[in-house]
């Protein structure tokens, strides 16, 4: 098992910055991909960015892109999201998720364990 737990979220203005962690502990050696993911209300959870534990490739959604930055520390078992120009429309709850599939993906099925999550609001 892998444990996740995420942290970091909080309100902000638009236009403002928030950086989000997320701690791995447990068999961390099984996972090969992090990602980041979010849920607003009444919607579905929605993807927003991965990276490969070990080679460090990116990828990340088309709303985000330009403005939020994965990045993982391997010594700490720690991943972040650096998320600036923040947006109302970025509120919701965020999810840190890690998987045993190799291959950067989106698909929330291919992810094997989740956090609790963690609220960012974005005020106008």
């Known amino acids: 098992q892998v444990q996740l737990v995420e942290s970091g979220g909080g309100l902000v203005q638009a236009g403002g910055s928030l950086r989000l962690s997320c701690a791995a502990s447990?068999?961390?050696?099984?996972?090969?991909?992090l990602g980041w993911f979010r849920q607003a209300p009444g919607k579905e959870r929605e993807y927003v960015a991965s990276?490969?534990?070990?080679?460090?490739?990116?990828y990340y959604a088309d709303s985000v892109k330009g403005r939020f930055t994965i990045s993982r520390d391997n010594a700490k078992n720690t991943m972040y999201l650096q998320m600036n120009s923040l947006k109302p429309e970025d509120t919701a709850v965020y999810f840190c998720a890690a998987s045993k599939y190799s291959l950067l993906t989106t698909r929330v099925t291919r992810y094997d364990y989740w956090g609790q999550g963690t609220q960012v609001t974005v005020s106008s």
């Open positions: 990276i490969i534990w070990t080679g460090g490739s990116t």
């Open positions: 447990g068999r961390t050696a099984s996972v090969n991909t």
